[in-house]
Nanobody
Framework: QVHVVESGGGLAQPGGSLRLSCAATDFDLSDFHMAWLRQAPGKGLEWVCGSYSTGSDSYYSDGVKGRFTISRDNGRNTLYLQMDNLRVEDTALYYC???????????????????WGQGTHVIVSS
């Protein structure tokens, strides 16, 4: 069963931009915290960023902070990831997923990922 459909990946040059989309197919996006994850070739799954269900707050891993922006259009039931100033090390298969968000002190991060899709490939190369 497909819960989300990711799209928008492709080939970009270092310093370039891409915008990923994640369409929720069988649930109301506004009811869930969401996250973007990625898996680089030969590496494990890592979280990239997370967004509260209302879109009121978002959280980024250190490697993408200041370059990537998560947003959502709950009316269109779609989550987005704007990726700017791309680096070769951003090359990965990107997924969106439902998530829980945990906070310790002032640091928050998404976890408990579920219902992700097939992913969309991002390749950053000159």
């Amino acid at each position: 069963q497909v819960h989300v459909v990711e799209s928008g990946g492709g080939l970009a040059q270092p310093g370039g931009s891409l915008r990923l989309s994640c369409a929720a197919t069988d649930f109301d996006l506004s009811d869930f915290h969401m996250a973007w994850l990625r898996q680089a070739p030969g590496k494990g799954l890592e979280w990239v960023c997370g967004s509260y269900s209302t879109g009121s707050d978002s959280y980024y891993s250190d490697g993408v902070k200041g370059r990537f922006t998560i947003s959502r259009d709950n009316g269109r039931n779609t989550l987005y990831l704007q990726m700017d100033n791309l680096r070769v090390e951003d090359t990965a298969l990107y997924y969106c997923a439902k998530a829980s968000i945990y906070c310790t002190g002032s640091a928050c991060y998404p976890s408990d990922f579920r219902s992700w899709g097939q992913g969309t490939h991002v390749i950053v190369s000159s």
